[in-house]
């Protein structure tokens, strides 16, 4: 069932080894298995993991948040000095997905 939702948390960025990348990470993250129809490992964590993983200009970060019922719209994130990114996204998830909040979020803050 559709609701306004509210989630407040943060985006960490994922910690690479050495020379890794995002593609790799994935991999690594996913023990190599992937369903069929995704085509890249990071298409698989980003699908799987919607609400765990968000990719924005480049980097890949990890997503953790509370949840709760409210209405009227926020879309606000703010980055702490660590690269931390701190957000509130308040939306009705019957119009938006959390990864077009998150993504309006990012875009307002200029990232």
């Avoid at 995002?22 to 609400?51: H, I, P, Q, V």
């Amino acid at each position: 069932m559709s609701e306004t939702e509210t989630n407040t948390g943060t985006l960490t960025p994922v910690n690479l080894l050495n020379g890794e990348s995002n593609e790799g990470y994935a991999f690594r993250l996913l023990n190599g298995k992937k369903d069929e129809w995704s085509k890249t490992y990071l298409d698989e964590l980003l699908e799987s993991g919607y609400r765990d993983y968000v990719l924005h200009n480049g980097t890949l970060y990890q997503v953790d948040y509370e949840r709760d019922s409210d209405d009227s719209d926020i879309f606000q994130a703010r980055e702490a000095i660590d690269g931390t990114i701190h957000f509130t996204l308040r939306y009705y998830n019957g119009g938006c997905s959390f990864s077009e909040a998150i993504e309006t979020a990012l875009e307002k803050m200029k990232l």
